[in-house]
């Protein structure tokens, strides 16, 4: 079982940028695919990106391709989100989560751990 922390929300004017971090405990963090999703007040949770436990192939949400990057660093059993140009619409709490093998990185369901969530908001 994976354990996993964020950190690194805050508030942020348009146009600016934050990086989210995720930290994960566990042996086995190496083996998942490591998602992030978002769910803003009244809305689903979303999907924003997934990285393969590799790192080799990278998946992005329509909404936040060019703008967001996702990576990690197994040898921290860390996983990042870098947000740039920031946009009004992005405010959410942002969850990172962990991804078995054969799972879909866009269904939530398929998803064997998650974080508690970190907040950002974005002011206009």
């Known amino acids: 079982q994976v354990q996993l922390v964020e950190s690194g929300g805050g508030l942020v004017q348009a146009g600016g940028s934050l990086r989210l971090s995720c930290a994960a405990s566990?042996?086995?963090?190496?083996?998942?695919?490591m998602g992030w999703f978002r769910q803003a007040p009244g809305k689903e949770r979303e999907f924003v990106a997934v990285?393969?436990?590799?790192?080799?192939?990278?998946y992005y949400a329509d909404s936040v391709k060019g703008r967001f990057t996702i990576s990690r660093d197994n040898a921290k059993n860390t996983v990042y989100l870098q947000m740039n140009s920031l946009k009004p619409e992005d405010t959410a709490v942002y969850y990172c989560?962990?991804?078995?093998?054969?799972?879909?990185?866009?269904?939530?369901?398929?998803?064997?751990?998650w974080g508690q969530g970190t907040q950002v908001t974005v002011s206009s």
């Open positions: 989560a962990a991804l078995p093998s054969g799972g879909y990185y866009r269904e939530p369901r398929d998803y064997d751990a």
């Open positions: 990285l393969t436990w590799s790192g080799s192939s990278t």
């Open positions: 566990g042996r086995t963090f190496r083996r998942f695919g």
